[in-house]
Each structure stands twice: as C-alpha cells, then as structure tokens.
C-alpha cells in the first residue's frame, strides 16, 4: 500500500495512491493512517493534487557512515556501532519543494537514504521482533548536508539541521522488503548515487532496536538508515531527485536562499 499525505481543493487528507504511473489516482481515507484504514467517497487523479511530506515526524533520527564505501570516501572508519544524530522537524519537507542553500554554506551536497517510518504503538528497549513490528513502512529521504560546515563543527547538528534539509517522499510504502533495493540518485539526471540496502553495514530492524535503547521511537517518526558513495555539491537550479526500488521518486529543485 502507499500512503500519501497531499493538499486538495477541499484541504489536506490522507490517502492511498492507486494505479499504474500512467494513471495514478489517490483515494481519501477518513483520519489518520495508523488506524483502521476507512475510506470516503473522494478520489483525484495524483496529477490533480500537491503532495506533501507523507508524515509529520517528532523527530528525524539518522544513521551515518552505514555504507562502507561512503565512509571511505569521507576519510572515516566504518562504526562499531550505529552512529546517530538528529535532524529537526522543521528541516523536513515534500515532493517538489525547495531544498534552500544557505549563506553559510559553500558546499551542500545530496544524500540519498531509505527512510523507515515508525507506526503505533512505536518502540522503547525494542528487541530485533518488537523492532520489525515497530516499521509502518518505507519512504525516500535526503539528507541534505553542508559539508563544510559538518567539517568545521566536527558534530553534525547546523550541517544537517537547516530549514528544507529533509525532503521525504513521495508517499510511505507498506509491507516492502526492504533487505535489497536500489538506492539511487540523480542531478539534472546525471547518476550521482547508485547503491543497494543489502550493503548497509547494520540493517533496519537492527538500526530501529538499536535508536529506541537510546530513544522512545513515537508512531511518526522516521529513521534515515545511512547514504551510499557518491554525495556531491548541489548548486541553486539543479533538480535532486533521489529513487528507491519499489517505493517512487522523491524530486526536489534547489534555490539560493536571499
């Protein structure tokens, strides 16, 4: 099932996206995906609606140097342990929206991600089984970063924690397998990223048990699960568009921030 969250003439609903790519529909649900999923009697084509970010999280929770490769291209050792840091809520935006370069920055550059979206009853001291039944679905992430400034600081919070800084999108996927997908990037449609999930150094249900130890994990929120090599500069005018295998693609244009 894919799960979206858009805005109509009518406001802004819930509702599952239908179809094949030619012809996407969405059909309204009535309330909040994490209950019984209830339908109304409106539908639109996907074409006539604006998509939002699919969930609004408490809290971004992100993995970094999950990919070996990418940890070498940085210059760093891969963790002995998952290594985490937080992205604000305001950081996160949807399909379509800008990504903002900031003037404090002089190198930002794209990280694509698997995003995992916890659902109800969320996860606290979660074992691997209680971590698996945690995971409401899957979504594409960004993980924008100034990477000067992520050098400069040594910890990660103003590199990675600017408004716009965490496209997520297009809409949550349920019930995938995620233990071997391609994770990809373009910019302006040249390949920037292109990995696979079975190289994650620590897989999903390992990184979701391993977070709620540190943190309670509320229905909501999202993990980013690390980026494979490849993260380059972006500059104002460029369209990011990060994709991963059986969920859809997440395209963000990128604007100088006045």
Not at 9 to 15: E, K, L, P, T, V
Not at 66 to 71: D, I, L, S, V, W
Not at 220 to 245: F, K, N, Y
Request: hydrophobic share 40%; with cysteine.
């Amino acid at each position: 099932m894919r799960i979206a969250r858009f805005v109509h003439a009518g406001g802004m609903s819930f509702g599952v996206v239908e179809g094949d790519p030619d012809g996407l529909t969405v059909a309204e649900i009535d309330g909040h995906p994490f209950g019984q999923i209830s339908f109304t009697s409106q539908r639109w084509a996907l074409a006539d609606v604006r998509l939002l970010s699919p969930i609004l999280p408490s809290k971004v929770v992100c993995v970094g140097r999950n990919y070996a490769e990418h940890a070498a291209e940085l210059g760093n050792e891969v963790p002995k342990e998952p290594l985490l840091f937080l992205k604000p809520s305001t950081s996160v935006i949807g399909p379509r929206d800008a990504i903002r370069l900031p003037q404090q920055s002089k190198q930002v550059e794209h990280e694509a991600e698997l995003a995992v979206v916890i659902g109800p009853p969320g996860a606290r001291r979660a074992d691997r089984a209680a971590a698996e039944r945690a995971i409401f679905g899957y979504t594409c992430a960004n993980d924008v970063t100034a990477r000067d400034l992520q050098k400069a600081d040594v910890q990660f919070t103003r590199a990675k924690g600017f408004d716009s800084f965490c496209p997520l999108g297009p809409w949550i996927t349920t019930g995938l397998d995620v233990s071997d997908l391609e994770v990809r990037c373009e910019v302006n449609e040249e390949v920037r990223q292109l990995g696979r999930t079975k190289d994650l150094i620590f897989d999903v249900p390992t990184l979701v048990s391993y977070v709620s130890h540190v943190m309670t994990l509320l229905p909501g929120d999202v993990i980013l699960t690390g980026t494979p090599a490849g993260v380059s500069p972006i500059a104002a005018g460029d369209t990011v568009t990060v994709r991963v295998e059986g969920i859809g693609d997440l395209a963000n244009p990128v604007v100088a921030l006045d």
